[in-house]
C-alpha cells in the first residue's frame, strides 16, 4: 500500500499518522506538503489531524483551496482512497469531497477525551478489520466537531449507509447522552457515495499501539491495507 | 471599490455562540433580548470601479471561500472607494 500524508502548516497529528501507517504496511508514507501541485502516485491519501491555517476563517477552509488539494480532489475521482482525521475530515467538507460541515461544538468547549465508537459498516476499505455493531474507543480532540447537514443530506447518508461511526455508549446505544458534541444523530464519520473517501472526527491513529494504551484505532489502517495492497 | 460582507448562519442552523451570547447578555441584566445570531463581517477593497463587475467578483469570492453556503448565507454592499 503507497501511502502519502499531506502536511498543511499547522497540521499536528502528520507524523502520528504516518507512524501508525508504518506500523500497519511497513513501509513509511510519502510526506507531501501542501504547496505542492501533485500527490506521488499513492493508493492512499491521508489529510491528518491539527490546525491548518490556524482553523482561520473556518476549519478546514483554507487547507482546502491548498495547491495539492486540486489534486487530491482529482485522484479520488479517479478513485484513490483518501481518509481524512478531524481537521481532515473538516477540510474535506470543505472541499465538498463530504457533505455537512462540521460546526462548533454545542457546548462551545474544545473536548479531548477518548469516546465510544459504533461501527455502522464492515464491508468498506476502511473498517473490514471491525464488525458492523463492534463498540471501540477511539480519542477525540477537537472544538469544531459539531456534524450539521440538511435534513435531505442526513436522510441520504442514512439511506445510503453512509454513516461510518457514531458515538454511543459501552454497550453501542447511540443517545444524547453519548454525543460528545452536538452532531446530528451522533455522527462522529462519514463516506463519500464511492465509499473511497472517510472523514471522521476521532483520531484512530492516537490509540492504534498498545503502547499508547490501546489498539482499537489500529483497524482504520490494517483494513487498509488488506483493501489495498 | 470597498465592499462591506456580512456572513451570517441560515435560520434552521443551531447557534451555540449566538446562545450563550444571549445568556451572558441576561447574566448581564438585559432582559429583553429574545434571540441572539452571531455571524462574520469582511471588509476588503477591491480593484475594480464597475460595480456590476465588481458585485460579481465579490458574489464569487462568498461562494468559494468567505461563505460555507451550507450553512451560512452572505450580504454585501459596495461603495466606491
Known amino acids: 500500500m503507497k501511502a502519502a500524508v499531506v502536511v498543511f502548516p499547522g497540521s499536528n497529528c502528520d507524523r502520528d499518522v504516518a507512524v501508525a501507517l508504518e506500523a500497519a504496511s511497513g513501509a513509511a508514507p510519502n510526506m507531501v506538503w501542501h504547496g505542492a501541485s501533485e500527490v506521488p502516485d499513492s493508493d492512499l491519501i491521508v489529510l491528518p489531524g491539527g490546525f491548518s491555517y490556524g482553523d482561520y476563517l473556518r476549519s478546514g477552509a483554507m487547507a482546502a483551496h491548498s495547491p495539492i488539494m486540486r489534486d487530491v480532489v482529482k485522484k479520488a475521482g479517479d478513485g484513490v482512497a483518501v481518509l481524512g482525521i478531524c481537521n481532515g475530515f473538516q477540510v474535506l467538507t470543505e472541499t465538498g469531497l463530504l457533505p455537512g460541515v462540521l460546526m462548533r461544538n454545542a457546548s462551545l468547549k474544545f473536548v479531548c477525551r477518548d469516546v465510544r465508537l459504533r461501527v455502522e459498516r464492515d464491508d468498506t476499505i476502511f473498517a473490514a478489520d471491525y464488525r458492523t455493531g463492534d463498540v471501540i474507543t477511539i480519542p477525540i480532540a477537537h472544538h469544531d466537531g459539531n456534524y450539521f447537514a440538511d435534513p435531505e443530506t442526513l436522510d441520504e447518508l442514512e439511506d445510503s449507509g453512509r454513516v461510518a461511526f457514531r458515538y454511543c455508549d459501552q454497550a453501542g446505544t447511540v443517545s444524547a447522552e453519548t454525543n460528545p458534541n452536538g452532531s446530528q444523530s451522533n455522527i462522529a464519520g462519514v463516506y463519500d457515495k464511492s465509499g473511497r473517501v472517510l472523514g471522521l472526527m476521532p483520531h484512530p491513529e492516537r490509540l492504534a499501539d498498545a503502547a499508547l494504551g490501546g489498539t482499537d484505532g489500529a483497524g482504520v489502517f490494517t483494513s487498509l491495507l488488506g483493501a489495498l495492497n | ?81
Not at chain 2, 13 to 22: E, H, N, R, S, T
Not at chain 2, 26 to 48: M, N, S, T
Open chain 2, 1 to 81: 471599490m470597498k465592499a462591506r460582507i456580512t456572513i451570517t448562519l441560515k435560520s434552521g442552523v443551531l447557534d451555540p455562540q449566538g446562545k450563550a451570547i444571549a445568556n451572558a447578555l441576561g447574566a448581564l441584566g438585559f432582559d429583553g433580548v429574545e434571540g441572539v445570531r452571531q455571524g462574520k463581517y469582511v471588509e476588503l477593497d477591491i480593484d475594480e470601479s464597475d460595480p456590476g463587475r465588481a458585485r460579481d467578483q465579490i458574489e464569487r469570492m462568498c461562494e468559494q471561500l468567505l461563505a460555507n453556503t451550507v450553512i451560512e448565507n452572505y450580504q454585501f454592499e459596495l461603495e466606491a472607494a
